[in-house]
Each structure stands twice: as C-alpha cells, then as structure tokens.
C-alpha cells in the first residue's frame, strides 16, 4: 500500500495526500506563515505580526462603524450584563440566609478581594458603558432617521410597549445604577465601613449586611429599588430575547424557548427576586 | 358612507406641508380605499383644486406603490394588505381617517401624499442581484434545491419593495426590505458566490441613505403587506456578522 509518515505530525497518511501537503496543524501553520512572509519578505515575523493586527482592527472598526456592527455590541454588551445578574442575584440570595449576616459579608470580602473576579468587574463596568453609550448613539442616529413624526402614531397593534422604549427604561436603569453604586459599591471600596469577625475566621469582615439593612430599612429607597425593578423587568423582557435576534440567532425552535427564558427567568424571576430583598428588610424593619 | 379625511398636503419637498380636511358624503362599503381617493380627486378637479398626489400603480396589491400612513398605520388596520387592498367596509360611518405620507429622512417627500423611494433602488444596485450571465434558461431542477430553502427564498421573494417596513418603523428602519432581498439570493445555491459581498455593500449603502437601526420591535413584520418574516432580518445579521469576520 502507497502509505507515507509525515514527519511533523508522526501519522501514517495515504496517498490522497501529497508528501509535503500533510492537513496537519503544523504544516497549516507554516503554509500561512510562508504565503505571508512571501507577501513581506523583508522584515519577516515582526512584521507579519503587526500587519495581522492592523488588518484586524480595520476590520473592527468598518464593521463597528455599520448600523448592524453597533447592534452586536449592544446584543453581545447586554447579554454579558444578563449573565452577571444570574450571578449577582444566586450572590445576593445569601442575605436572605438568617445568619445575622455571616454568609452575605464572607460573600462580599471574597467578590472584593479575589483578583479574577475584579477583572470581571471591570469588564462588567466597561460593558455597562458600551451599552449606555452606544444606545445613546443608535438612539440619536434613529431621531436623525425620521425628524418629522406622525401626526397619528397607533403602534399598539404591531409591537410591545417595552420594545418601543427601550431608551427611557435603560435611562431608568442608569439612574438606579448610581444610586446603586453611590450606597453599596461606593461605601465598600471608599466608605468608613464597620467591620466585624466571626469565630476561628482571623479576618476582619466589613459589615455590608448592615449597611443594606439600614439601606433598605427607609421607605423612599426601598420603593426606588422596587419600581427599578419593574424598569429592569420590562427592559429585560424585550432586550434578552432581542440580544440574539440582533447577534442572528433565529430558529423556529430554539426561539420560542429563548422567548419564554426571557418573559419568565429575565421579566419575571429575577426582577421579583432582587425586589424581595428590599421588600423583606423594609417589612422586617417596621 | 360619509367620511372625513384629514390628508396631508404639501407642494413640494422644501415648502412646510399642514393638513387639510376633506368631507366625503357618498362613500360606497365596496370601494377600495384608492377608489375613495378617486373620488375626492374628481371632487376637487371639478371645484378646480388640486388634486391630491398619491402613488398607486397595479391596484391588485403586487406593485408596491401605494403608500399611505391611515389612522397611525401602514397600508391602514388590515394586516398583510396594501392600501389599494383595503376596503372603506373596515371603516365605520362617519369616522375621521388621518392619511399621511410615510416619513423617513431616506424617504423624501415629492408631494402631498408620494415619497420618493428610489434609496430602496440604490441598496438593490449595491448588491441585490447575481452578476453572472445566465443564458438560456436552463432545466428545471438541473440545480437541486431543497423544497424547504425553496419556500423561503421565495416568501423572501415576495417583498414588493412598498416601504411599510421603513414608515412603521419606530426607528425608519430598512432592515426588513434590505434582509428580504438579502435573502432571497443568500438562501439559493445561485446566490452564494457573491452572498458575502453582498450584505456587505447592500448594508453599507443602507446605512449612508440614513435608514435607522433596528431595535427588533418586529412592527415590520405586523405591518408588511406581504408578511416578510423576522427571520430574514437574523439571517442578515447572521450574514454581515460572517461575512465580515471571514474576509
């Protein structure tokens, strides 16, 4: 039999492949590295490397330049985001634990000091930016698209209220966010926080469940929370199951199954959870 | 039937358009909504007015032409109709019908009621087509296509290019009458040399005729006279996202 070794993978190959034409990774690799060092022989790697680079972010900035281009970064932006509220959420649960608080504050010191989940963090901040600010930008670019309205307007039939403001649920959202983060997150990184330890546990824990307790013990800020919540829910209804519309993921039947995950998990669930936080220590608190 | 119409009248793109009142007495449950603006026309020539400009062309709901925003809706409260399709029986006695024109920076207005249209021309030259010449027609199925793929190039087919997707839009989007004709050539063993080239420019000149985004209200698709799907709209996005990456 016509059988041959390729010496740089160690497989038997057969004749259907040439001697030197192995598909191996290694042979690939170096069929692409010899057609472009023959496109720029004179500075060979260095070169190669930088040009792949510059190729890739023309190709980012025309595609994120486009229409389509800026609705990926909003789908794949707010998806990211839904993924941190399942996690901040499962996180959160934790002050319901009645243990004075032990679980929810060993929670909080671990999300603070542990360095991957910082780097989320950041990511989760940059991605609330890009979809604050590219939202803004779509949104200006659509009022630029038709500057004189309808006189009569009747679009109740065709879609959902949520789906048509989308803008002023997510400037809800926004406003919620910092307050959020002005009470919680502000407090926690710069804030003169108490401090307590537990038995056999040498660290000194910042007390965040006092802080939410006394935070959601007033009535103005709990109703906030709650009708942020409604804000969220509404925003989510619609935006979970656009996501991946706008990303092209249709199919007649994973569609309807990511519909409902977004009516019940995301319009409902989640939104009646986080609200219940609020509820239950306001109502303990009377 | 006694109608009164509250139309939109404007003389020219760069002169401010107002509405004006019309009072129809004698309307028949049988005539098409078109018809009923043939007869305010016969009207206003015989008082020697101006008649209102409106599109109108086949009148069997297949052209396109007939664009009109009635009572805060494309084509009118039917679904899956044009307006030369509707008949004043879906109105009541004595009901007042605000029609205007479809608004849309990319959608001039020429007169009164007739906008110009021609930015849906300049997406189908970027890329809706198949630059190959063809020759004689060949053998049916000498190409082997799916019955399935089939179907739904063609339900991709019968957008008739009327601009209802752009006027209901909330957002003046084209995204429903750029992905219909996106499509159409994407889903077709014909359409695939050129499929990636194609979303690309068709897109792009989308984007440069000032057309909004789509935020995925799917009012498209209630209002579309020929009930083109959301789906095509993914299958685009599917498309540019692929395209863009691979070349």
Request: glycine share 6%; net charge neutral.
């Amino acid at each position: 039999m016509n059988y041959w070794y390729c010496l740089k993978c160690l497989y038997f190959r057969s004749v259907f492949y040439e001697p030197d034409g192995c598909l191996c990774v290694y042979n690939l690799v170096m069929i692409l590295l010899q057609r472009d060092l023959q496109r720029t022989p004179s500075v060979a790697t260095f070169a190669h490397l930088t040009n792949s680079l510059k190729h890739m972010s023309t190709v980012s900035t025309g595609l994120f330049r486009s229409s389509l281009g800026r609705k990926y970064l909003m789908a794949l932006s707010g998806l990211f985001l839904c993924t941190f509220l399942i996690v901040h959420l499962i996180g959160n649960l934790q002050l319901f634990a009645g243990d004075g608080g032990q679980a929810f504050n060993v929670y909080s010191y671990f999300m603070t000091h542990n360095p991957l989940i910082k780097i989320v963090a950041y990511v989760n901040y940059a991605f609330i930016l890009l979809h604050v600010f590219d939202g803004l930008y779509l949104t200006m670019q659509n009022r630029k698209a038709r500057p004189q309205g309808y006189a009569k307007v009747d679009q109740s039939k065709s879609s959902t209220w949520s789906s048509r403001n989308m803008g002023i649920l997510g400037t809800l959202i926004l406003v919620f966010l910092i307050v959020h983060m002005r009470t919680f997150w502000f407090e926690m990184k710069f804030g003169n926080m108490p401090v307590i330890s537990y038995d056999g546990d040498p660290i000194q824990y910042k007390d965040m469940y006092v802080v939410v307790v006394e935070a959601f013990e007033q009535a103005w800020y709990s109703a906030l929370y709650v009708i942020s919540m409604f804000a969220l829910a509404f925003h989510l209804y619609h935006g979970f199951q656009s996501g991946f519309q706008s990303i092209g993921l249709n199919h007649h039947r994973y569609t309807p199954t990511i519909k409902s995950v977004g009516t019940f998990l995301f319009g409902i669930l989640i939104p009646a959870l986080f609200a219940a936080m609020p509820i239950f220590f306001y109502i303990k608190s009377l | 039937m006694k109608i009164t119409l509250k139309v939109w009248r404007q003389q020219n793109g760069k002169t401010p358009g107002e509405f004006k009142t019309y009072q129809l007495n004698d309307v028949s449950e049988d005539m098409s909504f078109l018809e009923m603006f043939d007869i305010l026309n016969d009207d206003l020539v015989r008082k020697q007015d101006e008649p209102v400009a409106f599109d109108h062309d086949c009148r069997e709901g297949i052209c396109g032409m007939c664009s009109m925003y009635i009572n805060g809706r494309a084509h009118g409260p039917m679904t899956g109709t044009t307006t030369c399709q509707l008949h004043m029986r879906h109105f009541k006695d004595g009901d007042t019908i605000v029609v205007e024109p479809w608004r849309a920076t990319a959608f001039p207005i020429i007169k009164d009621l007739m906008v110009d249209r021609s930015a849906f021309d300049r997406v189908i030259q970027a890329g809706g087509f198949v630059s190959v010449n063809t020759g004689n027609a060949v053998d049916a199925n000498s190409v082997p296509i799916p019955k399935q793929d089939a179907d739904k190039a063609f339900d991709a087919a019968a957008c008739i290019g009327c601009g209802a997707c752009v006027a209901t839009c909330k957002n003046a989007s084209a995204m429903l009458f750029v992905s219909a004709k996106v499509s159409q050539l994407a889903l077709l063993p014909q359409g695939q040399p050129e499929r990636h080239i194609r979303v690309k420019k068709m897109v792009e000149i989308m984007d440069a005729e000032g057309f909004g985004n789509c935020t995925n209200t799917g009012a498209c698709e209630v209002e579309c006279p020929k009930e083109i799907s959301l789906e095509n709209i993914a299958r685009m996005n599917r498309d540019y996202l692929v395209a863009n990456i691979a070349d």
